[in-house]
Every structure is written in structure tokens, then in C-alpha cells.
């Protein structure tokens, strides 16, 4: 475009898509011609504006082609409509006067946009606000919609006014560009648009000369400018940023996350690296599947299918002549599926799968055996398999693996291209290119699956496959059995080295040991506890006197004792001391069920030797002592002298957690009832893997919950019909929550502080940060004056509409980062200031980071958990909070085996200091100086 022209909505659509484009768009370069898609869509889109005309004029609409200006009081339609107004030029394909609304409505105009796709696209709408953005000004209207009409002739209303802060920025970029244009375009962002982009070969030319960081399929601008920030810019710089993972102990599996540095690495070396070898199981018969369609209209028009059977190779074309074809293609493929009941199909991507959703649910097919039976690939790749390719499709794996096409530009987008010319002529060359194109992807599907599994038997051999968390060192097979008899020595070192015993042979043992099974070998001597013998109290307990299974029958006495040893501890105001105690009590018989029953005296213990308050001191030494189990067993024997193996540690928090189950139901139930609940979550490593621990509190009470995902249907489970006032963080999980919410402001104010100093010369971010300052100084002075106090912070209301009134809504900035807290303000415009509305409703979050603390503190110290204890001690954990919260020992009221916090009063404190009489203590302490002077003097 050359410069001096005007500003289209197609130039400001192409800066929205991409801000290079548009600038060569702007500065007037030819680029390559048009992408036969966009002519196919700029065909499709003038029959459906002559369809959608037809349609108007059979309702009664009068239509007239815009002529002069007079036109616009004389007709209801006025079709290419052009006009200008400040340096933006745009074409209206219809203007449409409204029929419904108030009188001063109906003279209005609304414009119609006509698309050839059925699908609306983004930059679609943006045309669409550009055409609105110009014709407020030029028909003085104070605001106006949009209509954009599909190729189907469906009609999609947009509100225009809410693209309107986004467009101006981008119009204002165009304008300082276009009278005067800068030198050096914006930098290369390769994205999925560039496939239609007459820009295409140029950006990829200059991309693979600089070796830029977009090459890569998985790379985003936010990315990119994280790394430029760190100095990488290039591929090959990215590619010496990657570290082996440090290998954890019992990691559970590998997670599946895409690791750009690696992907960078496979490049520069030009090695497969893996995580784990993929395993896909042979099987006699093999399935191979690819479907064809057009996204844009839902449809599918081809099947491609091979079928590898022990060492032949049969194919399957479906194809379908009309949309009424569509259902017998794919009761053909079920026929066919249901031929190899037993054999896998394997696809590549998540569009054969919907695509199969879509039919079944469109003629109501029953396509579940088939679905089962379908086995993804990309699963086997994702994150776990880095070939030496730029991105992970088909085209670029399947060329690695040795796969071919007989087109050059043979894409899914070019296979769209050639149907839709197809179906215009029928020409039986094309038909013919689609059906080869669609086997020769099932055909590179069947060498990936094949390299996939040669990998995964010879990774270990192959010089062209690494592992990634723990590289291959080369050695000969001599230097290999020097290294292990090294090792060997090195092992011996240990402290827990079996018998400190150097051993240079590999015996039959060390070649056995990863086929070692649980428990102790044969003959290994067994051991049991000792019974202390000597009892420090001994107390009877009755028999017992009904049969438990028999209500009402009397049991038998018997002469038979029950004896059961406890080992406690007792709390008293000057320390605690173990105490031994022996229950003893007659064992009673029922005739009718010919059994033995010990008294409940001696049953409630349930075999357990150790008693209440000595399993709540280990808890506590756990909960609030942060101690490991090892060290809790070492502090047991020397002050107790009790030798307690962890597990039975670990047996005590899982009795005690059970028993407190109750309690913390009660705390829930309060937490419930209180006017305001925090919300805040946290990440812990369960066994390698990462889950989410939620803590809901209301400033008393605690509890913890755990997830395996971050999704907030935890939250919306806990408060269904609550009706008080949620404060979290800025989480996009709690926006689905439909509760009155009061967003943490200290969370905000901290990202404003941080993104202040990294941005400390930027005046237009300076200035929105300081209006900010100023709205909230005098808030919190009152605050502090006056508490939480609806009637003394409502009158701030006014302010804050000032605030945004004058500083977000109206203004257009051109910073990203302001652009950024523009939007963040918008969007929590409800929830910022909810505490100015409400009496006693807090104003930030720290009450539940706060509670989560004592868990991060265990988290850096323990670095993994398993699932089954952190939920125990996450319950355990929840009633210690609640206790320090309400200022009570969370010993204490262990040890007094109570239930309820609430009611439960501690014994008073000791005090360790007292107030003294300053004057006194002076001259107390002059006397003592002149004894002193006194006694030295005399010496």
C-alpha cells in the first residue's frame, strides 16, 4: 500500500494478525499473490452478499447501490457504501436501517459485513469495528453494532463498542507509520496465519537467516520476549539453556511438558532425545487412519485407511461425492473396523476423534467400539519424544522418518483448497490429488509408529537417540567394567553400606536385585515388640455384659483374663513424664455365637500400645515442629526411652487424623457461616507430581483441601449456596465462581510495584501506577482511622468512579504493560472494591497466605509427600492453623482429646516476665555497685 494512500479495515485486520504484515502492507511491498484460499473465500462471500440481498429484498427491504449522500434518507439497504473520515477509508458491503427500537433508532444504519466462511473469525469482527469506528464519525451516530453474515447467510450481531479500545491503538500505530514510515520493519512472529500470507516466503527467509526464535511450532510472543530479555535470541543460543532434570526418588512418571530448550537442542545436534523410550505394542493387524474435511463448514468429505496385516498392506479410500454421502462413508469405516475387532487405529491429532463425536451425534451412529479402539500418537510424542524438527506435525515427523508427497505444497489447507475447486468443477484430476494426498498421510502415520517403536527397542543402542534427564556416556565394554567395579568402591562408602562391605564381584544377589520382592527373604529372623513387663498403675475393667452380635443375650463369664499393656505420657505444669499402664479384665462368653469378648475397656484400645497423648506429641513434634519421622523416633528414645519405628509414626498421624475427622467438618460448617471466606492455593509435589492444596479460612478456622488439577470445581463444590464474599487472588478460576467477590489488593499492588521498577522510565505506565496511588493513600488512612467500616469508606465510591472514569475508561494507551492493567482494572471493575460497600470485609488475601505459610515452609524441608499422608497431614495441619489462629496450643488441645476448638479452653498460661519499678531497680542497682566498690577496695 502505498504511503499517501488511506487506512483500510483489511490494513488494520492484517496489523491485528500480525504487526509485520501490516507494515509491509503500509510501506507498499508486492509479496507473493494472493493464497488461492483467499480467492476461493472472496468467491463463496460475493454469492452470499447476493443471497443475503435477495433475502432482504423478499422481506420488503427497498435496496439501493449507493450513489450520493441522498441515498442514505431514500433507502433500507445501501450496498458499497464508501466513505472517508479521519485518514480511514472503508467499504461497506450493506448498510441496513433498523426496523425495531425507538423512533430516533429507526433512522440509523447498521453495518453488514458479508464473509465467504461460516465460521466468524477475529479479524473478521476487527473489520467489522474499523467500519463502525469510521462511520460514527462520518454519520455522527454516538455509538452503532455490527452484523456479519456467513456463507451460510447466518447472521452474527458484535458489539463494536467493546473492540473500540482495542482498535485505537493500532489505528493511532497506523497513522504515525504512515506519515512517517520507520526503517526497520517490526520482528518476525511466525504464526498459522502466515500459511495465506503473501508475505510467507520473505518472513521465512529472514527467519531462517537470523535463526530466529519463532521457527520453533511451540513458541509464543510472550515467550519470545522472556527470552530476549534474557539475551537469547537465536535457536542455537536457546539450545544451551537446557539442564538435565535432577532425577527425584519414586517419581511416579514423567509429566508431559513441552521443553522449548530441548526442542532447540535436538536441533543443533540433530539426536532424538527422550524422556522414557515410547512403547507401543505390536499387534498382528494394524490400523491407520486419516480423515479429510473443511473445519470451516463441519463437514468430511474423504477416509483415508491402511490396513497392515502380517506383511500385506491393504487401502481404503472413502470418498464422498455430495453432503448426503457423508453418513456411508463412515458406516463403511465401521464395517470395515468391525472386520479387525481386536486391531488398534491410529490417528494423529484430536481431529479424527471429534470429527467422530460430531457424526455419531449428527446421525446418530453408534461409533463407541470404534472410538475406544482409536490410539493417538501424538501421545506417545508430546513432551516425551523430541525429534529434530521445528514443530511436531505429520508433514515435518513424517519427512525425518522418510515419508514423501507428490506435492510440494501438499498441507490440510491445500487439501481444502483443491475440494473446494473440485466441488465447483468436478474435475477428476483433482479428486485424484486429494485421494493420493490422504494415503500418503496414513502411509507417514505407519513410519512414525514404526520409528516410534524402533526407538523405544534400541534407544539405548542407537548413537542418533539420547535420554534427556540422564545423557548416554560412551565407554568401551573394558572401561564399563572399570567403572562399575569403581562404583562399586564408591557404594562401599556409604554409611549404610550392608555390613560396611567393599564388593568388587557382581554376585548373584546384585544381579537379582531388580527382581526383588517385597518383604523379608526366607529364614530372616523374625522380631516382636517386648511388652514392658512391669506396669507403674494397674486398673480392672468390667466384662463386658451383652453380646455385640446378639442384642440382648447376656454373655457368660469366663475364667479367662484380658491384659493390655498402654504406654502414655502425663502433662503437668512442670514438664511431662511416661507413665505405663496395665488394663485388666475378665473375657466373657456367648453361647450363641461361640465366641470370646474382652471388656470395651480393653477393646477401645484396639491392639495399640502407645496411647492418645503420646501419639498427639509425635503429631505435634510432625505439625509443628516440621521434625521427620527419623528424628521423631530419635527424640522418642532418648527422652523416653521408647525406640519407635517411623512407620508406626506414620500409623499415629493416620489414627489421629481419623479422629479428628469431625473436627474438621465443624470447622468447615463455621467457615460457611462467617460473612467473608479466604481463598488461596498452593502447589505440592505428590510423588513427582504436581497437585494443588486449597485453604479456605475466615481469619478462625482452617481448612485444607487437596486437588490433582488447578480447576476451581473444588471451590464451587465447598460454597454451592454461599452467600457472603469470596477473597482470593487474581486466579482466572475463581472468575466462574458466581459469588460477590473482593479480589486481594495486595496482589495487585505488588505487580504494580514490580512491573514499576522494571519499567522505570516508562512515563505513560508512571502516571496510571501514581493515579492509582492517589485513589488509595486516602482510602487506607481511613481505614486505619476508622476499621472496615461501610459508612465511613463509602463515600470513597465516588472516587473510584472518578478514577476510572478519567484513567481507564476513556484513555488510550499505547504501553503494553499499561494496555495489560487497563484491561486487568476492567475486567475486576466489581471485585476491586467490594470492602467499600460491605462492613468488615477485608481489603487483601493475606489471612489465607498466611495460613499456607506453615505448608511452604514444610514444602521446601519435605521437597515430595505421598497422596495418602499429605491428605492426613493437610487435616492435621488445617486444626493446628485454626488453634494458632484463635491464639490456643495445638499440643494442648490434642492431649486433652477434645473435638471442638471452639469450646475447648486451655489451661492458663505461665508468665515468664513481670513489670518492675524502674526507680527502684536503680537504686537497687546502685547499692549493689558501691558493695562491690566496697568489697574490692578492701581486698
Not at 606 to 627: K, M, S, V
Amino acid at each position: 500500500m502505498p504511503p499517501d494512500d488511506s487506512i483500510t479495515p483489511e490494513l488494520v485486520a492484517a496489523y491485528w494478525l500480525c504487526q509485520r504484515k501490516g507494515y509491509l502492507l503500509l510501506r507498499g511491498d508486492a509479496g507473493d499473490p494472493p493464497h488461492e484460499y483467499l480467492a476461493l473465500l472472496d468467491a463463496y462471500a460475493s454469492m452470499s452478499l447476493k443471497n443475503y440481498l435477495d433475502s432482504l429484498a423478499a422481506d420488503g427491504f427497498n435496496i439501493r447501490q449507493y450513489r450520493n449522500q441522498g441515498d442514505l434518507h431514500n433507502a433500507d439497504v445501501i450496498t458499497s457504501y464508501e466513505f472517508k473520515a479521519d485518514d480511514l477509508e472503508v467499504k461497506v458491503d450493506a448498510l441496513v436501517r433498523m426496523r425495531l427500537g425507538p423512533l430516533k433508532a429507526r433512522r440509523h444504519y447498521v453495518p453488514h459485513l458479508v464473509v465467504g466462511t461460516q465460521i466468524i473469525t477475529t479479524d473478521q469482527k476487527v473489520r467489522l469495528a474499523v467500519i463502525g469506528h469510521v462511520l460514527v464519525k462520518a454519520l455522527n451516530y454516538r455509538r452503532v453494532n455490527g452484523v456479519i453474515v456467513n456463507a451460510a447467510g447466518d447472521v452474527s450481531r458484535v458489539q463494536l463498542a467493546k473492540m473500540s479500545t482495542q482498535l485505537r491503538p493500532i489505528i493511532d500505530t497506523l497513522k504515525t507509520w504512515k506519515a512517517n514510515i520507520p526503517p526497520q520493519p517490526p520482528q518476525i512472529i511466525l504464526k498459522d496465519h502466515c500459511r495465506i500470507c503473501p508475505f510467507k516466503r520473505t518472513c521465512l527467509d529472514q527467519a531462517e537467516k537470523e535463526d530466529n526464535l519463532s521457527l520453533l511450532y511451540h513458541m509464543t510472543p510472550k515467550v519470545m520476549r522472556k527470552y530476549h530479555k534474557k539475551g537469547i535470541f537465536t535457536i542455537n543460543q536457546l539450545s544451551y539453556l537446557f539442564k538435565p532434570r535432577r532425577q527425584r526418588r519414586k517419581r511416579a512418571h514423567v509429566p508431559s511438558r513441552f521443553n522449548l530448550e530441548l526442542q532447540a537442542l535436538a536441533l543443533r545436534t540433530g539426536k532424538i532425545y527422550i524422556h522414557q523410550p515410547p512403547s507401543i505394542p505390536v499387534h498382528p493387524t494394524e490400523l491407520f487412519l486419516d480423515i479429510e474435511g473443511v473445519p470451516d463448514h463441519g463437514t468430511y468429505y474423504l477416509i483415508g485407511l491402511i490396513i497392515s496385516a502380517q506383511g500385506s498392506v491393504e487401502r481404503h479410500s472413502l470418498w464422498a461425492d455430495s453432503p448426503e454421502d457423508e453418513r456411508n462413508i463412515f458406516t463403511t469405516l465401521l464395517r470395515i473396523a468391525e472386520e479387525h475387532p481386536d486391531a488398534p487405529i491410529y490417528h494423529y491429532g484430536s481431529y479424527e476423534p471429534k470429527g467422530l463425536d460430531r457424526i455419531a451425534k449428527k446421525y446418530d451412529l453408534d461409533c463407541d467400539s470404534i472410538k475406544r479402539r482409536l490410539v493417538n500418537v501424538t501421545s506417545f510424542i508430546f513432551g516425551k519424544v523430541y525429534f529434530p524438527t521445528r514443530s511436531n506435525t505429520l508433514k515435518d515427523l513424517g519427512k525425518f522418518v522418510g515419508a514423501t508427497w507428490s506435492f510440494s505444497d501438499a498441507s490440510g489447507l491445500q487439501s481444502v483448497v483443491w475440494w473446494l475447486q473440485w466441488e465447483a468443477s468436478k474435475d477428476c484430476i483433482l479428486k485424484e490429488q486429494i485421494l493420493t494426498y490422504n494415503l500418503e498421510d496414513c502411509q507417514a502415520l505407519r513410519l512414525l509408529v514404526t520409528e516410534l517403536r524402533n526407538i523405544g527397542h534400541a534407544a539405548t543402542n542407537r548413537s542418533d537417540v539420547d535420554f534427556a534427564d540422564t545423557p548416554k556416556q560412551n565407554t568401551t565394554c573394558s572401561g564399563q567394567y572399570i567403572h562399575d567395579s569403581l562404583e562399586g568402591i564408591l557404594r562401599s562408602a556409604h554409611a549404610e553400606y550392608r555390613r560396611n562391605r567393599i564388593g568388587i564381584r557382581q554376585d548373584e544377589t546384585e544381579e537379582k536385585k531388580g527382581q526383588k520382592k517385597l518383604g523379608a527373604p526366607q529364614g530372616h529372623q523374625g522380631f516382636q515388640r517386648i511388652i514392658p513387663a512391669k506396669a507403674g498403675k494397674l486398673i480392672s475393667v468390667r466384662r463386658a455384659i451383652r453380646c455385640p452380635r446378639h442384642r440382648g443375650q447376656p454373655l457368660s463369664p469366663s475364667d479367662k483374663l484380658a491384659e493390655h499393656t498402654v504406654i502414655d505420657l502425663v502433662f503437668t505444669k512442670n514438664g511431662c513424664k511416661k507413665t505405663i499402664t496395665k488394663y485388666v479384665g475378665a473375657i466373657a462368653y456367648c453361647p450363641h455365637c461361640h465366641r470370646c469378648y474382652p471388656p470395651p475397656g480393653i477393646r477401645q484400645f484396639r491392639g495399640r500400645l502407645f496411647g492418645h497423648r503420646f501419639r498427639a506429641w509425635a503429631a505435634y513434634q510432625r505439625i509443628t515442629l516440621r521434625l521427620p519421622y527419623s528424628a521423631i523416633s530419635r527424640v522418642a528414645e532418648d527422652l523416653f526411652c521408647e525406640q519407635i519405628s517411623e512407620g508406626s509414626i506414620v500409623n499415629f498421624m493416620t489414627d489421629l487424623a481419623e479422629y479428628y475427622t469431625f473436627t474438621e467438618k465443624m470447622l468447615m460448617k463455621r467457615i460457611l457461616t462467617s460473612p467473608f471466606i479466604h481463598v488461596d492455593e498452593t502447589k505440592i509435589n505428590i510423588q513427582g507430581i504436581n497437585h494443588y492444596v486449597w485453604v479456605f479460612t475466615d481469619g478462625t478456622h482452617v481448612v485444607f483441601r487437596l486437588t490433582e488439577t488447578r480447576e476451581s470445581t473444588l471451590v464451587q463444590d465447598i460454597l454451592n449456596g454461599y452467600g457472603g464474599v469470596l477473597i482470593s487472588d487474581f486466579y482466572a478460576g475463581y472468575d466462574s465462581c458466581c459469588y460477590r467477590q473482593q479480589k486481594c489488593l495486595v496482589h495487585l499492588i505488588r505487580d504494580l510495584n514490580d512491573d514499576l521498577w522494571k519499567n522505570p522510565y516508562d512515563q505513560e505506565f508512571e502516571g496510571f501506577v501514581g493515579a492509582f496511588k492517589d485513589l488509595l493513600v486516602p482510602i487506607m488512612t481511613d481505614v486505619q482511622k476508622y476499621g472496615l467500616k461501610r459508612r465511613h469508606l463509602n463515600k470513597h465510591r465516588r472516587l473510584v468512579g472518578q478514577f476510572y472514569g478519567h484513567v481507564v475508561d476513556t484513555k488510550d494507551y499505547q504501553g503494553e504493560v499499561t494496555q495489560k492493567y487497563q484491561k486487568r482494572f476492567n475486567r475486576y471493575r466489581e471485585s476491586l472494591f467490594k470492602f467499600l460497600d460491605e462492613d468488615g470485609i477485608p481489603w487483601n488475601n493475606n489471612m489465607a497466605e498466611r495460613a499456607s505459610r506453615h505448608l511452604a515452609i514444610q514444602r521446601k524441608i519435605s521437597g515430595s509427600f505421598f497422596k495418602r499422608m499429605a491428605v492426613e497431614y493437610l487435616r492435621l495441619l488445617g486444626i493446628a492453623q485454626t488453634c494458632r489462629f484463635q491464639k490456643k496450643s495445638f499440643l494442648s488441645f490434642l492431649i486433652s482429646g477434645e473435638k471442638e476448638i471452639d469450646q475447648f479452653k486451655e489451661r492458663k498460661r505461665p508468665k515468664g516476665s513481670k513489670p518492675v519499678d524502674s526507680g527502684r531497680c536503680s537504686e537497687e542497682r546502685i547499692q549493689l555497685r558501691q558493695c562491690r566498690v566496697a568489697k574490692f577496695t578492701q581486698f
